[in-house]
């Protein structure tokens, strides 16, 4: 962990002595296999601030992991189907609240963010913690399979009834990190009343009152520690509301015979994303709706130039050639 503050300029001889300012304090660890980073502009409060924030994630991880096999996930796999083929189960808030965030995405992407991947990622190594995964290994029999789809997802959130077809593995990886960054910074600043910024893994939440310029970040191919030398084109911005999210083709990748695998993929083939971009970043209301619309360029290549300006999302586009694209004022690197 590191910690850092930033304090008021001392008063001048002779003036009026100022108000005290609340100091702006940050915090980062390692956990869930991530890089977690948390910011609040009253530094007294930064303890209970990283209390909180763990303490939600280590709920999140219990009721939403792809790899934990205690994990509420995890049990839906496993759960015996009735004689319609169709597994129904009343799941807790938290993980309906989790799987409502997907489809949702599902729907506004219009299928290309499908939370039905999970079996298709396993089948290609993906199936454990990513700092698990051996990066390079021998080929796999990787064929055009077909992804259940979202579509044959139904989910109550008045009675929190989630129904699947026996043996599909949910993958909520594309959208859970960016709704619990929203959820977390969220809390915490209505509990703590000061400013907060979450980022997990590089899907970036704020809520409250900015630092003076905003809360700063750097958008980069791996999320990194701003102390640290970025990987690939970067550039820092600032917003003052809403979320930033960074999708990445070149963050999580791993090999199999001589071919080069990433994590995002397009459920029409179950194959990983053409590579036309190595990374796309967008700011919009919230960190979820940003993450959707990143992770959906992705996996819409070219077409993502025209369908993000249509939304006005301000975006960063990054060439697998390092060629940068910004859109709906972003500014120029």
């Not at 979820?288 to 999302?313: E, F, H």
């Amino acid at each position: 962990m590191t910690l850092s503050a930033r304090r008021g300029e001392p008063a001048q001889p002779g003036a009026a002595t100022p108000q005290p300012q609340p100091q702006v304090a940050s915090a980062s660890w390692d956990a869930l296999g991530m890089l977690i980073q948390l910011v609040v502009t009253d530094g007294a409060r930064i303890g209970e601030a990283r209390q909180m924030l763990a303490g939600d994630l280590a709920e999140v991880d219990l009721a939403c992991s792809r790899f934990r096999p205690d994990s509420e996930l995890a049990a839906l796999a496993r759960a015996a189907p009735g004689a319609d083929g169709l597994c129904t189960t009343t799941v807790s808030p938290l993980l309906a609240e989790a799987v409502a965030v997907a489809l949702r995405a599902a729907s506004l992407t219009k299928g290309d963010v499908d939370p039905t991947v999970g079996a298709a990622l396993s089948a290609l190594g993906y199936d454990r913690d990513f700092g698990q995964i051996s990066r390079s290994g021998p080929p796999l029999p990787v064929a055009v399979r077909a992804v259940p789809g979202w579509r044959e997802i139904r989910l109550d959130t008045r009675t929190r009834q989630l129904t699947l077809p026996a043996g599909v593995q949910l993958d909520l990886g594309a959208t859970v990190k960016a709704w619990a960054a929203d959820r977390s910074a969220a809390r915490i600043a209505a509990s703590l009343g000061c400013g907060v910024l979450v980022s997990l893994g590089g899907d970036t939440a704020v809520v409250g009152d900015p630092p003076e310029g905003g809360w700063r970040i750097r958008v980069q191919d791996v999320t990194g520690r701003p102390e640290d030398p970025a990987h690939g084109p970067a550039t820092v911005i600032a917003i003052r509301d809403g979320g930033l999210a960074t999708s990445s083709t070149a963050a999580r990748r791993w090999q199999r015979g001589g071919d080069v695998l990433h994590h995002i993929l397009d459920p029409r083939t179950a194959l990983p994303a053409a590579p036309v971009w190595r990374t796309v970043s967008v700011a919009a209301g919230t960190c979820a709706d940003a993450n959707t619309a990143s992770t959906a360029a992705i996996i819409r290549g070219r077409r993502a130039l025209a369908w993000l300006a249509t939304l006005r999302l301000p975006a960063r586009l990054v060439e697998t050639d390092g060629t940068v694209h910004t859109l709906n004022g972003w500014p120029p690197d």
